[in-house]
């Protein structure tokens, strides 16, 4: 059983497209997040989100938005995709006080 | 946030003890210090966490000093498989509050 689990994996889109990336949870955590990892293996946190609280890092184009329908789901959604973008992107989750972060496997978004 | 300051990358030999030191000399006092490994290709898998003195479990061991202004993970005897990178977080548990460096790139080799 994956305990985070993201999907596409590989994800290739041309400039200028919207897409989306699907992360989900079966570890009862309550609270996920979602990290970009650019050329340079920096890893970033670019969203944290409970049932309470939505906490953005005010780098991060308002073209991203996470999705929550529920607690174990938190999509990433990307508008107007730029050359930019093209990362892997990590979705974690972890308990709201965690000790520590479960990670998914990552997404490889590149963007022609 | 507390900004941490590793080595950018150490070599090793199989069967050695590897030891990774971060420096945190902002460290906050509701701050705990987290070691997480990144093998290629994947998310960041957790290792070790203390607050103060030493810590032990079965992958590592962490050593903190009195000032905390630093921290050490010591991986013993050390494997092939050990090659990936190491990141020193410090926060205060909240995990909006992890701020990944640019980590240890540790390659070991036979």
């Known amino acids: 059983d994956t305990a985070v689990s993201q999907t596409p994996k590989y994800l290739v889109t041309q400039m200028g497209n919207d897409k989306s990336i699907k992360c989900e949870q079966n570890?009862?955590?309550?609270?996920m997040y979602w990290y970009k990892q650019d050329s340079k293996k920096f890893l970033k946190i670019m969203f944290s989100?409970?049932?309470?609280?939505?906490?953005i890092n005010e780098t991060v184009p308002n073209r991203f938005s996470p999705k929550s329908p529920d607690k174990a789901h938190l999509n990433l959604h990307i508008n107007s995709l730029e050359l930019g973008d093209s990362a892997v992107y990590f979705c974690?989750?972890?308990?709201?006080?965690?000790?520590?972060?479960?990670f998914g496997e990552g997404s490889r978004l590149t963007v022609l | 946030l507390a900004k941490t300051t590793q080595p950018i990358s150490m070599d090793s030999y199989e069967g050695q003890e590897v030891n990774i030191t971060c420096s945190h000399n902002n460290i906050a006092t509701n701050d705990y210090i987290t070691w997480y490994q990144q093998f290629p290709s994947q998310g960041p898998r957790f290792i070790i966490q203390g607050y103060k003195t030493k810590v032990t479990n079965e992958v590592a061991s962490l050593f903190i000093p009195a000032d905390r202004k630093s921290s050490t993970l010591s991986l013993p005897r050390v494997s092939l498989s050990d090659t990936a990178v190491y990141y020193c977080?410090?926060?205060?548990?909240?995990?909006?509050?992890?701020?990944f460096g640019p980590g240890t790139r540790l390659s070991v080799l036979p």
């Open positions: 974690a989750s972890s308990y709201t006080n965690p000790g520590e972060l479960f």
């Open positions: 989100y409970n049932n309470k609280e939505l906490i």
């Open positions: 977080l410090v926060g205060d548990n909240y995990g909006q509050n992890f701020v």
């Open positions: 570890l009862g955590h309550d609270t």
